[in-house]
């Protein structure tokens, strides 16, 4: 089994920022991309960022040149600095991992999901 669980979720001013982080644990053999997704409330879920295994990254427009996304291999985690947050950045933030598993090394990767975190943009 694997689990992705995310933190760093919160109430924020606009103008602030948060970092977001998620780790991946579990009978992982290995993480192909790690990615941020998000989801506002009646919006369909769409991509923040996303960063391959080389440290390759992809933004979504909206948020080019505020937020910026990283990982540690050796921790197999993955985390969204967020910066000049804007109340539009409102929503719950998934976390999405391509892992191969210990069991299924010889597959193509399986996407995992975290169970999200909220992140609100207010004053």
């Known amino acids: 089994q694997v689990q992705l669980v995310e933190s760093g979720g919160g109430l924020v001013q606009p103008g602030g920022s948060l970092t977001l982080s998620c780790a991946a644990s579990g009978s992982i053999f290995s993480i192909s991309a790690m990615g941020w997704y998000r989801q506002a409330p009646g919006k369909q879920r769409e991509l923040v960022a996303v960063i391959s295994s080389g440290g390759s990254t992809n933004y979504a427009d909206s948020v080019k040149g505020r937020f910026t996304i990283s990982r540690d291999n050796a921790k197999n985690t993955v985390y969204l600095q967020m910066n000049s947050l804007k109340p539009e950045d409102t929503a719950v933030y998934y976390c999405?991992?391509?892992?191969?598993?210990?069991?299924?090394?010889?597959?193509?990767?399986?996407?995992?999901w975290g169970q999200g975190t909220q992140v609100t943009v207010s004053s």
């Open positions: 999405n991992g391509e892992i191969t598993t210990i069991q299924a090394w010889y597959s193509a990767p399986y996407d995992y």
